[in-house]
């Protein structure tokens, strides 16, 4: 019998890491189309890639939400003092730091944090980048009380380390984006002065912008946002390239001019108001418009309880979108009417946000069973629900183009139902029904509108809309309280 011989493992032949082969210039351009996290994670590689990434010219993004108490803000400004001083790069395509910015107790402290902030700004302009974004106020629902603020044309200057330097950058400069900072008029003329290849504009938040002016001097631009400065009274926009407005404030003269290219709109704030019931100041100025939203706060929409005797004609509109925040019980059907102004209208997208009733500061839930209060609540429901059936009779018409209702935060309510309900019967060529269910944005209603109740409203909700759906229709279900896709 033969000895057994030693059994001899094969051995796999692993392919060779050819990228090492290549230079470091060619590996530092490959890193540069990563992300700014993606291109540091490869520092752990090896010991010739530890410090490739410093010399990368991709964008630089420092995002954190969390930052509420000064504690947080600054580890979050030293961590991005620790990489702007890393960085290496000649160049960089994006920088954009957002966080929420609290006001620090000690003076020293909220001197330092200036500090910080003025050298991103020189770090961004040095760098020659084509986007900065520096946001303060990136916290939902809160308005950061930031006191950084950029004045003067002369700070910019004394920041960026002379005009010949800033004027370089400003050049190549293709989006500027300012929230949570005090600007002025002045600055954000010289921008736009100095600014050739500017597209995109958004200042929010700066309760120091008191007049705004946005002419023709930047031929490039194409997207202005101005949302929430509030101390903002009169606002000029005329710029012939200008395709994207955002406004979401107070009333203000003269918003919008000159604007020939001006396709899609954002209103919000009180400022809805007299878009929606002061139409014909604006019509001649919407009448390109193929996309239009509308933010319609609480109270905007007590407001709105009689159909205007005109509005825009928005003949080329294909796409509107409604975020309405009601009072529970109110009726949603007086916002058809801006339907039938656009007679082309082909999508509808309707966000709902749904406060709970209040009487003299006392919630819906606290006035049952004590006399009087009930009757004022019983009464105030009744008037709504006439109002909403004189709205439906009044708009009672055919549509011919609106193909897909998309509505998001349904509840199953009364208000939310009859819409839906009354939009199947005037898209005589609608070809989907989409309904999202959103338990997020609603907790204020449980105490009188329970879960269990929403979603027993829900179901029902969604049989009976089936039930009136056409036969060349269908109906999408999205979220909490649908048993399944209909």
Same mark, same amino acid.
């Given at each position: ?14 392919? @060779?890491?050819?990228?090492?082969n290549l230079s470091d210039d060619m590996l ?5 189309? $990563? ?9 752990? $590689? ?108 002369? @700070? ?32 954000v003329h010289y921008l736009l002065s100095n ?63 000159? =604007?020939? #290219? ?21 019509? #001649? ?14 109270? =905007? #929409? ?15 509109? @294909? ?15 007086f916002f058809i009417f801006l339907i039938k ?64 209702? @998309? ?80």
């Amino acid at each position: 019998m033969e000895p057994l011989r030693p059994c001899i493992k094969r051995q796999k032949k692993h392919p @060779k890491c050819r990228i090492n082969n290549l230079s470091d210039d060619m590996l530092i351009a490959i890193l540069s189309r $990563l992300n700014f996290h993606e291109a540091a994670r490869t520092s752990i $590689l090896s010991q010739r890639w530890r410090y490739l990434w410093k010399h990368t010219s991709c964008s630089l993004e420092f995002y954190n939400n969390k930052t509420y108490t000064t504690r947080r803000a600054e580890r979050f400004i030293t961590s991005v003092n620790q990489v702007l001083k890393l960085h290496q790069a000649a160049s960089v395509e994006q920088f954009k730091v957002c966080f929420f910015c609290p006001v620090f107790s000690v003076a020293e402290e909220q001197h330092k944090r200036d500090r910080s902030i003025d050298a991103w700004i020189r770090f961004a302009i040095g760098k020659q980048v084509k986007v900065f974004e520096l946001d303060l106020a990136t916290k939902p629902r809160l308005v950061s009380p930031t006191t950084y603020s950029i004045p003067h044309v002369k @700070k910019l200057l004394s920041i960026s380390g002379g005009q010949l330097k800033l004027l370089t950058t400003l050049r190549t400069l293709k989006s500027v984006r300012f929230v949570g900072v005090k600007i002025t008029q002045q600055v954000v003329h010289y921008l736009l002065s100095n600014c050739p290849l500017l597209e995109q504009l958004c200042i929010s938040a700066s309760n120091s912008l008191k007049k705004l002016v946005v002419s023709g001097s930047s031929p490039k631009l194409r997207s202005v946002e101005i949302s929430r400065c509030e101390n903002l009274m009169s606002m000029e926009v005329r710029a012939p390239s200008l395709v994207s407005l955002t406004y979401i404030g107070c009333f203000v003269q003269e918003l919008f001019e000159e =604007v020939p #290219s001006l396709s899609e709109l954002t209103i919000g704030g009180f400022y809805a108001y007299y878009f929606i019931m002061k139409a014909p100041m604006y019509s #001649s100025n919407c009448s390109n418009l193929k996309r239009l939203k509308l933010e319609v706060s609480s109270e =905007v #929409s007590s407001l709105c309880k009689v159909i205007p005797d005109e509005f825009h004609q928005l003949c080329h509109l @294909k796409k509107l979108e409604l975020d309405i925040t009601i009072t529970f019980g109110d009726g949603l059907c007086f916002f058809i009417f801006l339907i039938k102004c656009a007679p082309h209208l082909s999508r509808l997208t309707i966000r709902l946000s749904f406060l709970p009733f209040f009487i003299g500061g006392i919630k819906r839930h606290a006035v049952r069973g004590y006399g009087i209060l009930n009757d004022l609540f019983e009464e105030d429901m009744a008037k709504a629900r006439a109002a909403d059936r004189i709205a439906q009779e009044a708009m009672t018409f055919c549509h011919k183009c609106l193909k897909v209702v @998309k509505l998001v935060g349904f509840i199953g309510s009364p208000s939310d139902y009859e819409l839906a309900l009354h939009l199947l019967r005037i898209a005589g060529s609608l070809k989907r029904l989409i309904l999202c269910s959103d338990y997020a944005d609603f907790d204020d209603l449980n105490e009188f509108w329970p879960r269990s109740t929403r979603k027993k409203a829900i179901r029902e909700c969604a049989d009976q809309l089936k039930a009136n759906l056409s036969p060349r229709a269908e109906l999408l279900t999205y979220g909490p309280g649908f048993s399944k896709r209909i």
